[in-house]
């Protein structure tokens, strides 16, 4: 299950990059496989970075735990 956190930063990058992702050999011309390929790792990449962020609780004295 995806966080809102998540899912906000994947509906800005699709908002960012749908053209990208729509290309095909076509109308991308040569090496539009590869781009979508590369625009959907990074994707991956930004999404899985907001995912592993462990939220910090603030414990008693103000100090918040690793």
Not at 10 to 38: C, T, W, Y
């Amino acid at each position: 299950m995806m966080s809102p956190m998540e899912i906000d930063v994947i509906r800005e990058f699709m908002f960012d990059n749908i053209n990208q992702m729509q290309e095909s050999h076509s109308n991308g011309g040569p090496g539009a496989a590869r781009k979508v390929r590369l625009v959907w790792e990074q994707l991956t990449e930004k999404a899985n970075a907001v995912g592993n962020q462990r939220p910090h609780t603030t414990l008693g004295d103000g100090v918040r735990s690793p």
